[in-house]
């Protein structure tokens, strides 16, 4: 998800973000070996892969956790505040989150579930990295409890309100091949759908 950030903390953002070098596992005979983490491209709408829905994670092994980082470096990059698998192209339900003013508390939420949705309903202003430049009001509820898995594969539960509550509900929907455009009128989903297709077509940058 894209949130109208303040300026002042885009620019932090790297230092912010805590780096981890992946260390493989060492051992007298080889060095050290640090495999950087990468940015992945996003998938952007109309993209039919944005439709698929994510399975659920078997383990949180290295390869999970190398996909969280990745993930966060994307969504960090994008100046995204949150940023599920399916944008990227990996099906596989996880989502990672950073809806902090500072910038400097990722969050990865691996087999997500909602255990609670507060019956009050609120409308905000939601965006997203794959439907860049589009911004449309979108009612979802006005807190939430999601239980899932962290990086390091233990059990948590979040509760959510304001922006983080959008936020992972917006992610969630991405988890099962839904995009927030679809809560607009299909008029407007059309004129989004021509918009970004003919910026596809111009090859025109959209940040
Ligand atoms: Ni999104």
New binding site residues.
């Given amino acids: 998800?894209?949130a109208r950030l303040a300026q002042t903390s885009l620019r932090t953002v790297h230092k912010c973000f805590p780096v981890l070098p992946r260390v493989a596992a060492a051992s007298f005979q080889y060095p050290v070996l640090v495999v950087p983490m990468a940015r992945l491209n996003i998938l952007r709408y109309p993209d039919p892969r944005l439709h698929t829905v994510a399975k659920p994670v078997p383990a949180v092994d290295e390869r999970i956790r190398r996909l969280v980082d990745d993930l966060l470096e994307t969504m960090y990059a994008a100046e995204g505040v949150?940023?599920?698998a399916t944008?990227v192209d990996v099906h596989e339900r996880v989502i990672v989150m950073d809806t902090s003013e500072t910038r400097d508390h990722p969050i990865a939420l691996i087999n997500p579930e909602l255990t609670w949705a507060s019956e009050e309903m609120r409308v905000a202003e939601e965006g997203?990295?794959?439907?860049p430049q589009i911004y449309d009001k979108v009612e979802r509820h006005a807190s939430v409890k999601v239980q899932a898995l962290d990086r390091q594969g233990e059990r948590f539960e979040m509760h959510a309100e304001g922006l983080a509550a959008v936020c992972v509900q917006?992610?969630m929907d991405?988890l099962r091949g839904k995009?927030?455009v679809e809560y607009l009128s299909a008029l407007k989903r059309d004129r989004i759908r021509t918009k970004l297709l003919k910026k596809a077509r111009d090859g025109q940058r959209d940040d």
Avoid: N, P, T, Y
């Fill in positions: 998800m894209r949150g940023l599920a944008q997203c990295l794959s439907v917006h992610e991405h995009v927030f």
